[in-house]
């Protein structure tokens, strides 16, 4: 079992950047990949990306991909997403989540453990 926290959500306008952290306990953090999702209200969660405990191989959405990137510091327990050019549709609460799986999971129904989310806001 591995609990996560998510952090580094704001305002921000349209065009512009943010970095948000994943902070996960656990002594096996390298051996856990992790997702990230989002929630815009009235939607359904969707994937965003993902980085594998196995090489560090990392997935994107369509959507993110050439914009965003997920990266790991296995030393701080850490999974990063940076997030440049930012567009009002990327506005939601963005959830990180751990598996075991390699390639991690692209459907939230494989996940268990889930953070309290942090809020993106985009302005035009």
């Known amino acids: 079992q591995v609990y996560v926290e998510e952090s580094g959500g704001g305002l921000v306008q349209a065009g512009g950047s943010l970095r948000l952290s994943c902070v996960a306990s656990g002594r096996t953090f390298s051996s856990y990949s992790i997702t990230w999702f989002r929630q815009a209200p009235g939607k359904e969660r969707e994937f965003v990306a993902a980085?594998?405990?196995?090489?560090?191989?990392?997935y994107y959405a369509d959507s993110v991909n050439g914009r965003f990137t997920i990266s790991r510091d296995n030393t701080k327990n850490t999974v990063y997403l940076q997030m440049n050019s930012l567009k009002p549709g990327d506005q939601a609460v963005y959830y990180c989540?751990?598996?075991?799986?390699?390639?991690?999971?692209?459907?939230?129904?494989?996940?268990?453990?889930w953070g309290q989310g942090t809020q993106v806001t985009v302005s035009s």
């Open positions: 989540t751990a598996s075991s799986l390699a390639p991690p999971p692209r459907a939230q129904g494989e996940y268990f453990f």
């Open positions: 980085i594998s405990w196995s090489f560090s191989s990392t």
